[in-house]
């Protein structure tokens, strides 16, 4: 049986002003709409991930709370190991270790351009394949006999 995991970048946020943190950065209006219809996307293609794990930077949390409410999904949890710039091989080897005990389906919330390394390091380039773009959602399919990962799809919101 196959596991899925789901990464979805979070959606717009505002341009970062003179003295603050790229961590404080929250959603704008059109971020949160984005999220909205990432939400009835999942919805409307029986995408229900039994666990939601998210950057802890406003910004992720922000856009997983919106499609967790409006697809009527679990609350996210947050976890420091998907948060901006993290090293790519601790995030792998974080994935790896938490594999076998996540559910069927799983949706990740992150980063750019932390996400791109890590899909492709999950399907074997080690140079990036994809270019993720802000709420877009992409799906990775897991084989646990040959453990190894297939991309399924990649969807930008904008197609949604």
Not at 81 to 87: E, I, N, P, Y
Not at 97 to 104: D, E, N, R, V
Not at 116 to 126: A, E, I, Q, R, V
């Amino acid at each position: 049986m196959n596991k899925y995991l789901y990464f979805l970048r979070h959606a717009t946020a505002e341009v970062i002003r003179p003295n603050q943190l790229d961590i404080d950065r929250c959603l704008i209006e059109k971020g949160r709409l984005q999220a909205r219809r990432v939400a009835h996307f999942m919805q409307r293609h029986n995408i229900s991930p039994e666990v939601i794990l998210s950057s802890p930077y406003p910004r992720a949390i922000q856009t997983a709370a919106i499609v967790c409410k409006e697809a009527d999904l679990v609350q996210a949890r947050e976890r420091d190991w998907l948060a901006l710039a993290t090293d790519s091989q601790s995030v792998l080897s974080q994935l790896h270790q938490q594999l076998p005990t996540l559910p069927q389906h799983t949706l990740l919330v992150g980063h750019e351009p932390d996400f791109s390394t890590l899909l492709s390091l999950l399907l074997g380039n080690h140079q990036p394949a994809l270019k993720i773009r802000k709420a877009s959602l992409t799906c990775l399919a897991y084989c646990e006999v040959s453990n190894s990962f297939q991309l399924e799809w990649s969807v930008p919101a904008k197609f949604m």
